[in-house]
């Protein structure tokens, strides 16, 4: 009976251990989505631009990474961030103090950059799975935002 005991519960904790390493080595795959642009870089971010303000949404700031890092000595390839706001999304978190604890997450960004191979590709994280581990009404919120800015950033995806 000791036994039996002692291997399920090494069976038990090999299991958590397992299952820890598969989430800690998924993490960055499930949370951060990226897909290759259809267009080149400009274009891109032309059509992203255009595509964000089409569905209602505001730039609120759009940051040159390349330029950037060229201040600090840096050579890197184009990389431009777009944080991007829907004003109606960003009121229901703001206007409730319970929510406000992810406004660090607030705006959504977005990420147009090229790669060694010559290619563009486009960034974002999974707003909708990170906002359903939430409380209150932001699991919505973010559903509906992650929802809207696939929509935005599909234009773009071959």
């Not at 409380?135 to 935002?145: E, F, I, S, Y």
Request: net charge neutral; aromatic share 6%; glycine share 6%.
């Amino acid at each position: 009976m000791k036994k039996t005991t002692l291997f399920a519960l090494a069976g038990i904790l090999s299991g958590i251990i397992l299952t820890g390493i598969i989430i800690f080595l998924s993490a960055q795959s499930v949370m951060l989505k990226e897909e290759q642009s259809k267009y080149d870089f400009e274009q891109s971010v032309q059509v992203f631009e255009a595509s964000a303000l089409a569905s209602g949404w505001r730039i609120s700031a759009t940051h040159d990474m390349q330029n950037t890092m060229a201040n600090f000595g840096k050579e890197v390839l184009q990389a431009k961030v777009f944080e991007i706001c829907h004003p109606e999304h960003a009121y229901e978190i703001l206007s409730r103090d319970k929510e406000r604890i992810v406004t660090s997450m607030l705006p959504c960004r977005v990420a147009v950059c090229e790669k060694s191979d010559g290619k563009t590709y486009v960034s974002w994280m999974n707003t909708g799975l990170v906002g359903g581990m939430m409380k209150g009404v932001v699991p919505k919120v973010m559903k509906q935002a992650s929802k809207e800015s696939e929509a935005i950033v599909a234009v773009l995806l071959q």
